[in-house]
């Protein structure tokens, strides 16, 4: 094998593995895009829920006004 054959068939190799490991970043990349889309629609979920409660629970004191000591 020339020296010419034996360094193209190193860099078909290095590509081999590169294209592997793209592939598998790309996969990864799907997986958190899933993941994140989950846990937004989650929160989204336990805000309303939390609104929901807030609201069966009376006035919000935070919509109160200062007591006249401030």
């Not at 929160?43 to 109160?64: F, N, Y």
């Amino acid at each position: 094998m020339s020296h010419t054959e034996q360094r193209l068939t190193e860099l078909e190799v290095r590509l081999t593995f590169i294209d592997d490991a793209v592939q598998a970043l790309v996969a990864a990349d799907a997986e958190q895009s899933v993941r994140i889309a989950k846990l937004e629609r989650l929160i989204r979920d336990l805000r309303s829920e939390l609104e929901t409660v807030r609201l069966g629970q009376g006035p919000d004191p935070h919509s109160e006004p200062p007591p006249p000591h401030y």
